[in-house]
């Protein structure tokens, strides 16, 4: 704390640096997010228990514009999602068309 007798001289401090950007990596291809890419989005996938009951606990997973330009966005969320072990992988399940003759029979 400044003393009353103190200058202004004696009270500087070193100025201290602030970042005020973080860069990002794109979960689905590990490129960096520029921080002019607005297509890009951040979604939080909330873990929640065998009866559906969220507890304040989820997994980031940032895309960058070029997946969602390119229409991958929800196969690299599908992908993510299962190497997390949030969810089954999709080749698990059956296909849609196969699906559907199965019932029908």
Known sequence: APKPTDTMEDTKEAPQTTELYYPRKCSATSRLIAAKDHASVQINIGHVDVNGTYHNEYTSFALCGY??????????????????????????????????TEEEE
């Not at 966005?73 to 599908?78: E, V």
């Open 67 to 100: 997946i969602r330009f390119k229409g991958r966005a929800d196969d690299a969320i599908n992908r993510l999602a299962a190497e997390a072990g949030l969810m089954r992988a999709m080749d698990s399940f059956p296909h849609p068309s196969k699906a559907s």
